[in-house]
């Protein structure tokens, strides 16, 4: 079987293990797990033979014509390079351990059939953004994706959070969509082609007539996508939806579709210097204000979900310098670790009978309870804090040493100015990001105090995946010398300054982060704190809704506690009371956007119903009328018929002589 039909096949199966199980869900509820897992693992065994077959080699580009349009055509194409065939593993690795963990989680769920064969298009759906080379396929499974996500998101929609996060994920990314949808056209416009190849020889041979335009039309789309400022306010509330559709977000599809776009795109943006330099900006706003509002968040999913904005915000940074092969691998190495953590804090979620840190800084023996958990998330938490020898240093130091080879005119594709902001952004984003992992591990695991009734041991579905995920996490990073085919050929190694740099400051965060610690426990014994919902014998999945609503019943927020014992509020300081609200975005957003839209609704309902339905109904009451005076004649006497004939004409006759005389006389 060629590789072409193998690379086919990839996105295909999950699509048709969807169709199947939403069609046998109700007839033969035995088979939507085998459904759910074995067409999803079978895609991950296929793109891993693709990845080797093509072995970041020169790109492998198939084609036939969809679909006759008269002007620009549209091709059902592929295309095979490193980049993608990495990514597909990726995608293909997280999916199936999201199936064989959600197996688990979800184990008593009555909708369980429609969120499988979701995540299954979920994942389809992915897989065609990342092998298509025809952008108007590109653009189906991108949209597919926000579907997908939309009722996801809101699978546990008799939560008000629920319902709320999931209109919010639609729209916002949907806000994005529209000038991304036009930036496609305008490309497609001045290049004559929707095709990625043809696209980008176009651009190296200076077809591209409005550059700065068109980058900044699709900038909008890959911000709603992936989360970055100031269309980013959507993901942190998406924490509504089950921990593994989280996972799943976050770690492979959706939030890295948007990354992935600019890096096979990049030589469309690297035209422009305007956009590199919007896009860097973009960035060092995003991992700075991510990392400050991820250190005040008291739901633990809530501190991952700013978390994922921010390593977003480094695979950005690496994009606006230019260097699309660190940014990939940043995006790959962020989604093993990241699938790790998200899955970790549903078993953690699970245990504790809570998603407040607040209440597990006060519960015992949490950490030796759920070992599995314990051990694999403190990886995954090196490796966000980019500690060596873990994936997240090496990716991490990627990203800074394209920076730094930017910013000292090494490198001459993106302005300087854009460089020297990415490297000082990427710097205090890693004092921030060990500064919140270290408080998330301390907070989870180091907490005092009574233990809450033992769920006993978790599901092996759930515990396996943590380990099979864990693997890169740790060992990814030490493969950055080995594959630089796959990314460009450029190298991956760190460089000393960058290193030390980085690792000094991540050091700093999490020490000082540990002293704030040190300093408040003493209060978690004092202040008694609420929020905790457990149930030994109930599902994972039933534990997290109740999680959540028990957290807002108690402190009126799902993002906040006010607990005096937290070292994030003792080092933000004042800066806590913004940052625990996202920087009052939303508040914003609701004051510029939300509320004058509402207002021109009601106006136009007011329109509508008083002015327009007036005209209307009084038209038809004046004929309703002129019908009851018509109808009063109709008696059916013939003599009051002829009597009227008569009357009639004899008005007319006298009528007629006296116009007559009137016209004689003058």
């Not at 088979?31 to 296929?46: E, G």
Request: aromatic residues 8%; glycine residues 10%.
């Amino acid at each position: 079987m060629t590789t072409t039909t193998l690379a086919a096949l990839v996105p295909l199966l999950p699509f048709l293990g969807a169709v199947a199980g939403l069609a046998l869900g109700r007839t033969a509820p035995g088979f939507v797990r085998p459904l759910a897992i074995l067409p999803t693992l079978t895609a991950a065994v296929l793109a891993v033979i693709v990845a080797v077959r093509q072995g970041g080699g020169r790109a492998i580009d198939a084609a036939t014509q969809l679909t006759p349009t008269g002007s620009v055509p549209i091709d059902l194409a592929l295309h095979l390079d490193g980049f993608a065939v990495l990514v597909a593993v990726l995608v293909g690795l997280v999916a199936t351990c999201v199936q064989l963990y959600s197996t688990a989680y979800l184990r008593d769920d009555a909708r369980y059939p429609s969120y499988a064969a979701l995540v299954s298009l979920f994942t389809s759906a992915m897989l065609l953004v990342v092998y298509s080379g025809d952008l108007m396929v590109l653009l189906v499974g991108w949209e597919v994706m926000g579907i997908c996500s939309y009722f996801l998101v809101g699978h546990y929609w008799e939560t008000p959070e629920a319902r709320a996060a999931s209109l919010k994920a639609f729209l916002v990314t949907k806000l994005g969509d529209v000038p991304f949808l036009i930036g496609l056209f305008a490309l497609a416009a001045d290049t004559g082609s929707f095709r990625i190849t043809k696209i980008l020889a176009a651009v190296t041979n200076g077809g591209l007539d409005h550059p700065t335009l068109i980058a900044l039309l699709l900038l909008a789309g890959v911000a709603g996508k992936s989360a970055q400022f100031p269309l980013h306010t959507w993901l942190p509330d998406a924490m509504a939806g089950p921990t593994p559709v989280s996972a799943l977000i976050h770690a492979a599809t959706m939030v890295a579709a948007g990354i992935y776009f600019v890096a096979r795109m990049l030589p469309v943006f690297a035209a422009s210097g305007a956009a590199l330099t919007v896009l860097a900006v973009m960035a060092a706003v995003t991992m700075i204000g991510s990392g400050l509002a991820a250190l005040a968040q008291d739901d633990i999913k809530r501190v991952l979900a700013y978390s994922t904005i921010g390593q977003l915000g480094y695979m950005s940074g690496a994009l606006a310098v230019a260097d699309r092969g660190a940014a990939v691998f940043h995006l790959i190495s962020h989604g093993a670790f990241k699938a790790v953590l998200f899955l970790a804090a549903g078993v953690v979620i699970h245990a504790a009978g809570t998603n407040s840190l607040a209440a597990m800084s006060r519960m015992g023996g949490l950490a030796r309870r759920i070992p599995d958990a314990y051990w694999t998330m403190t990886v995954a938490l090196l490796a966000l804090a980019a500690i060596p020898p873990f994936a997240g240093f090496f990716s991490k130091e990627a990203v800074l040493v394209a920076a730094e080879h930017t910013a000292l005119g090494d490198r001459t594709v993106a302005p300087a100015a854009a460089g020297w902001t990415i490297l000082i952004a990427g710097l205090l984003a890693a004092v921030l990001t060990a500064a919140y992992a270290t408080r998330l591990w301390l907070l989870a695991f180091r907490g005092r105090g009574a233990e809450l009734p033992d769920h006993g041991k978790q599901p092996l579905a759930m515990t396996s995946v943590l380990w099979i995920l864990a693997v890169p996490t740790i060992a990814f990073g030490l493969t950055g010398g080995a594959i630089g085919d796959w990314f460009d050929g450029h190298a991956l190694t760190p460089s000393l300054t960058t290193a030390v740099l980085s690792t000094g400051v991540g050091l700093v965060g999490g020490l000082v982060t540990y002293g704030a610690w040190r300093h408040t426990t003493a209060l978690a014994a004092r202040t008694p704190i609420g929020a905790v919902a457990a149930h030994p014998g109930a599902e994972p999945a039933l534990v997290e809704a109740e999680a959540m609503t028990s957290h807002t019943a108690a402190y009126g927020t799902i993002a906040d506690a006010p607990d005096p014992a937290d070292p994030g509020r003792l080092l933000l300081g004042p800066l806590h009371r913004h940052a625990v609200t996202g920087f009052h975005l939303d508040a914003l957003y609701t004051a510029v956007f939300v509320r004058p839209v509402q207002g021109a609704a009601r106006l136009v309902r007011f329109l509508d119903r008083t002015v327009v339905d007036t005209y209307v109904n009084g038209s038809g009451a004046v004929t309703r009328l002129l019908g009851t005076a018509v109808r009063r004649a109709q008696t059916g006497n013939v003599q009051t018929y002829l009597s009227a004939l008569l009357a009639g004409s004899l008005v007319l006759a006298i009528a007629a002589v006296v116009f007559a005389n009137v016209n004689a006389g003058s």
